[in-house]
């Protein structure tokens, strides 16, 4: 029953400055408008953190207006936000059709949130019961796809804006050669824990410097590094003067619910990538085409200098990494797919 | 020709002639491995017969005819065939029950006879040309054997297959090729010229519904399920996870000894919705040996080739992708599949099926006001559907949900006018009339029927049949057994369908046995996902069949219209998926066709 344009719902946590909701579902707007749709975003009020009480109550402002938008709404696209069981009823009570969009292990408590039992048990509770909701549940990559059992799933990669990360073509003055990553606070500990790897191959190569890009100053280090805090309208121009992205990434739960965004960032940029083979990074990455994989201290300081030594092999690569972000990873065509699925749920009537 | 069949029989092949016929076959060893050869010809050489498919009461039969005396060489169901006509000559069809296209020589009365199961599970075509027939289950075998002698796509079938992605009952896109249509028989005599007549007419539908047609549905079911086992090599199961395939699972899991093997398929990448969830939860129930094959579209473009060749002819369906696959995994383990196919025929599955009397419950004024009632719910109608909304209740308003292209479509399309649409309902003429009747008084089995004869023989049965065939798998459909179609096509149509509910009597009978999230899923939402693949990995099969200079060469299209449909699509702005799918499937037979050399008979 091809019916022709909708009004679309958008339920997002943390709004443009958050880094999820932006690629994603504010990502997802234009490409809806162009299949005519009329698409409504709301973003939580109030995403600063606030005092005790004064959150609750704003949570429970923001259920009402939410589902009284949803009741409104021909198709709901929830983004990352999982609510309790008897919410996720309602949610699928009041709502015509919902999508559930996620690009993260929201099945799980964050690194940085307490890990007790109840804590996890609860956060799994929330994410089966957001998902019963769902007509259909989109993740951003196979692991968190493997998560989503009862409902049917559709697998969309976080893209990037190739409009805005342009591949530059760099002339180094001198051998030096500048190894970057970008990342929040929160994961920087990642970046971290390579601090040997990193010395032995300063030892190496002392032209060598690091770049973190980053919403804070990284602690001091005994290593030569660069830092630029991160600001949106420099999302590409920070990695500029950046020849290697790294991605280093611990075999964790939550870390193989990561979307190797980091990395897909460098290679839209022309950049090789050296990431360790974790989850989705396996995938974006061909190890000897358009990047390396790096498990051990050794094999980092191997595959870095490897890099490091041969401008050449860099150039190379990050040819061919941009041409993978191209054909696979566009904001482009994930956007397109997007519109694709919701104009599939469209076609078909509603529950009620 | 029986050779450019060998994928449909790979373990033999036998051969029979007399002076008039030639008789050839390729075997798929499912009962009777030893002594099952064919042609099978009756001792005093008075008649022959080649059949594919199976007969699934061959027992009782056999038995019949041992009692009056009849000495079987073989231990299969073909022989029973050929003994039961020698008794009572072409009566003997309405009392098998099974899947089958078969040729029958009576080389006493000099007459052949070509005939077809009612529901067309098994194709059989047909060319008279130059004074000779033919026949054959696959075009490509007729072609083989310089039927016709210079091919070419017949317009008047184009025209249909535009419309909705499939010739036209009876009908075939090969020019001079026609098709046995199901539950008929052609009787071809030298000199009397042919006949053709049904041995089997549809019961009428009426109004009476017994009280216990859950439960007597529910033993039939099971009954022929297990019927439909009977083979001397493994048999396995298609299982999607929706409420047919796992009735079909449920019922062979009880009654198989050991874990029954079920298969699933599903795709990663853009576009692909993956519900293998729901088969995984009934093969965990059922502890079945369950198979699953996730396929990456990169796999998709390299096998593209040989999956259109499979096809044999056009049919613009990509479920065919799928069956496909699922007929290569099955065949790893299994010789025979059975599957879910004709349940939404017969117990009204389809959405289309109820808009469609829902429609008819407006009337006509009623119906000119859907595309505002549509506006006023802030949507947009689509042109599809406000041409659907000036349509009167028929049977063309019913095919028009399922059209590819629309009348309009197609005009614009083609380079010079393609037939003519309103003759494109030609052929279904019978089928119209009592679709008319059944609008009156039960509007819900007038739209069964209506998929009936066109849909499950033109589309969806040969979809199964070719793709499986291709990886040399028999699949059978207990759904569309004798005694299920015998209980359920007679009763009335609200048991089936109504205006909020699918395939209300099958779930009812099937409660009790199927997971309860199963027997109340709906019909799986999410299509295959052709519309990404061809802007992603299929890409450049489509620029290669579609180019420009190939299209005007062709000579049917207009080089500029293919071009918009194909900038649009790969643009994102509209899913044109099913169109260009349309359009490359039927490109890529024409080339094979280009490539068959004109064949000079000696």
Sequence with gaps: MAVGPARVLLLTVGDRDSPGTRLRAFAYVPFLESRGHRVELRVPLGSQPNRLRRRRLLRAVELIRDLGAASRSDLVIVYRKTFPDPTARWLRRVARRVVYDFDDAVYLPSPAEPQDPTAVARYRRNFDATVQAADLVVAGNRELAAAVESRPSAILPTGVDLSVFTPISRSRRGSGCVLGWIGTTGNLPQWQRLEAAFRRVVAAEPEVRFKVISDRRPPELDLPVDYERFTIDREAACLEDVDVGLMPLEDTPWNRGKCSYKALQCMALGLPVVVSPVGMNREAVEPGVSGAFAVTEDEWVDELLRLVRDPERRERMGRAARAVVERSYSLQRVGVGMADLVDQLLSRPARR | ?602
């Excluded at chain 2, 199961?237 to 398929?265: C, H, I, Y």
């Excluded at chain 2, 006023?376 to 949900?401: D, F, I, K, V, Y």
């Excluded at chain 2, 205006?499 to 199963?518: M, N, S």
Aim: aromatic residues 6%.
């Design chain 2, 1 to 602: 020709m029986a050779a450019a069949m060998a994928h449909r029989g790979p373990d033999d092949e036998g051969f029979h002639d007399d002076e008039a016929v030639s008789l050839g076959f390729r075997r798929l060893a499912v009962i009777d491995l030893e002594t099952g050869q064919q042609p099978i010809v009756l001792p005093d050489g008075r008649a022959s017969i080649v059949l594919n498919g199976e007969i699934y009461n061959y027992r009782e039969l056999r038995a019949e005819l041992e009692a009056k005396g009849h000495r079987f060489r073989s231990r299969g169901d073909v022989e029973v065939v050929l003994r039961l006509f020698a008794e009572d000559g072409i009566a003997c069809l309405e009392r098998l029950n099974g899947m089958f296209a078969l040729a029958l020589w009576d080389a006493r009365g000099r007459v052949l006879h070509l005939a077809r199961d009612r529901f067309g599970i098994k194709p059989l075509y047909w060319c008279r040309e130059g004074g000779a027939v033919a026949f054959a289950s696959e075009l490509g075998a007729l072609l083989a054997g310089g039927f016709p002698a210079r091919p070419e796509l017949d317009r008047a079938e184009l025209r249909h297959y535009l419309a909705l992605g499939f010739a036209s009952p009876g009908g075939a896109l090969l020019a001079g090729v026609r098709s046995v249509p199901p539950g008929q028989v052609l009787s071809l005599a030298a000199d009397s010229g042919e006949r053709l007549v049904p041995y089997w007419r549809p019961p009428e539908p009426g109004a009476r519904s017994p009280e216990d047609a859950p439960e007597r549905l529910a033993a039939t079911l099971a009954e022929a399920v297990e019927r439909q086992l009977v083979a001397d090599v493994p048999v396995g199961v298609f299982l999607s996870g929706g409420v047919d395939s796992s009735t079909v699972s449920v019922l062979a899991s009880r009654a198989v000894s050991g874990p029954l093997r079920t298969f699933s398929v599903g795709f990663v990448g853009p576009g692909a919705v993956s519900e293998l969830g729901a088969a995984r939860l009934v093969a965990d129930r059922l502890g079945s040996d369950h198979h699953e094959l996730v396929m990456d579209p990169r796999t998709v473009a390299a096998d593209l080739e040989q999956i259109l060749d499979g096809l044999d002819t056009p049919l613009a369906d990509c479920t065919a992708i799928p069956t496909w696959y699922m007929s290569r995994l099955a065949r790893d383990t299994v010789t025979v599949a059975l599957s879910g196919e004709g349940a939404d025929e017969v117990f009204g599955g389809y959405e289309r099926q109820r808009f469609d009397v829902a429609f008819d419950l407006l009337g006509a004024p009623g119906r000119r006001l859907v595309p505002l009632a549509v506006r006023l719910l802030g949507r947009t109608p689509s042109p599809r559907l406000r041409e659907r909304a000036r349509m009167a209740p028929s049977l063309g308003r019913q095919l028009h949900w399922g059209r590819i292209f629309t009348a309009g479509g197609i005009d614009a399309l083609a380079a010079s006018p393609i037939a003519d649409e309103a003759a494109m309902l030609a052929p279904y003429a019978d089928l119209a009339v009592r679709w008319q009747a059944l609008a009156r008084t039960d509007p819900v089995n007038g739209r069964l029927t209506a998929d009936r004869e066109s849909f499950l023989p033109g589309d969806l049965l040969p979809k199964v049949d070719r793709m499986s065939m291709a990886h040399s798998l028999e699949v059978r459909v207990p759904f569309l057994d004798n005694e299920v179609a015998d209980l359920v096509l007679p009763l009335p149509g609200r048991l089936k369908a109504t205006l909020r509910r699918d395939k209300v009597l099958l779930r009812q009978a099937v409660a009790e046995i199927v997971p309860e999230t199963t027997a109340t899923r709906r019909k799986q939402a999410f299509a295959t996902p052709i519309g990404p693949w061809l802007r992603g990995e299929l890409r450049e099969a489509a620029a290669d069949l579609l180019a420009v200079d190939a299209v005007r060469r062709r000579g049917l299209f207009e080089p500029a219209a293919v071009e918009r449909l194909l900038a649009e699509h790969l643009a994102g702005e509209r899913d044109h998926g099913n169109a260009l799918w349309t359009l490359m499937v039927l490109e890529h037979w024409q080339r094979r066709l280009d490539d068959t050399p004109p064949w000079s008979r000696p």
